[in-house]
C-alpha cells in the first residue's frame, strides 16, 4: 500500500462518517480514527509488522562474538588531533551510549578509562555488542550522537594516550 492509497483510504473515512475503521494487509496495520467536527482532529497510525522469516535465518550469522574496537593513530590532518587515538567502530550497527536507557552512559567526555573498559555498545540484527577501549587514556571527544547508526572503522571516540 503506498502514500496515495493511505490517503484516498482517509478521505474515504472521513467522509463516511465512521469513528474508526482498522485495515490490515500482509506486513501493514492501519488504524483510522475520526471525530465529530469541533473536537479533535483525526489521528492516523501506520506501522509495519515485523517480518518473522528474516530473523532466524539471521540469528546464526550473528551468534559469533564481537572483536574488541581497534584502536589506531588519528590521521595527522589536523594538527590537534594528530596525539589523539582514535576508537573505531568494528562492527555496522547502532551507536549506544547507554547499556539500558534507564542506566547512566559508559563514558564522558574528560573520563579516564583502562584498557578494556567498555565505552559504549553497538547493536547489530538484535544483538548488543559491548565495544571495549584498547588503550588507557582520557576520552577527549565522543564522535557519535547516541542511537546513531554507524559503518564499519567509523571514528567513535578520540582518546588523549597520555
Given at each position: 500500500m503506498d502514500l496515495k492509497e493511505i490517503q484516498n483510504l482517509i478521505k474515504f473515512v472521513s467522509n463516511s462518517g465512521v469513528?474508526?475503521?482498522k485495515l490490515e494487509t500482509g506486513d501493514i496495520k492501519i488504524t483510522i480514527k475520526t471525530t465529530v467536527e469541533g473536537s479533535t482532529p483525526e489521528i492516523t497510525y501506520v506501522q509495519q509488522a515485523p517480518i518473522q522469516q528474516a530473523l532466524p535465518?539471521?540469528?546464526p550469522v550473528a551468534a559469533a562474538p564481537a572483536p574488541a574496537a581497534p584502536a589506531a593513530p588519528a590521521a595527522p590532518?589536523?594538527?590537534d588531533t594528530s596525539k589523539y587515538i582514535t576508537v573505531k567502530?568494528?562492527?555496522i550497527g547502532t551507536f549506544y551510549r547507554k547499556p539500558a536507557p534507564d542506566k547512566p552512559v559508559f563514558v564522558?567526555?574528560?573520563a579516564t578509562i583502562s584498557k578494556g573498559d567498555v565505552l559504549c555498545v553497538i547493536e547489530a540484527m538484535k544483538l548488543f555488542n559491548e565495544i571495549e577501549s584498547e588503550?588507557?587514556?582520557k576520552i577527549v571527544?565522543?564522535?557519535v550522537?547516541?542511537?546513531s547508526p554507524v559503518e564499519f572503522d567509523q571514528p567513535l571516540f578520540l582518546v588523549d594516550p597520555s
Open positions: 469513528a474508526e475503521v535465518q539471521a540469528a590532518a589536523a594538527d567502530s568494528p562492527i564522558e567526555v574528560g588503550v588507557a587514556g571527544k565522543i564522535l550522537d547516541d542511537m
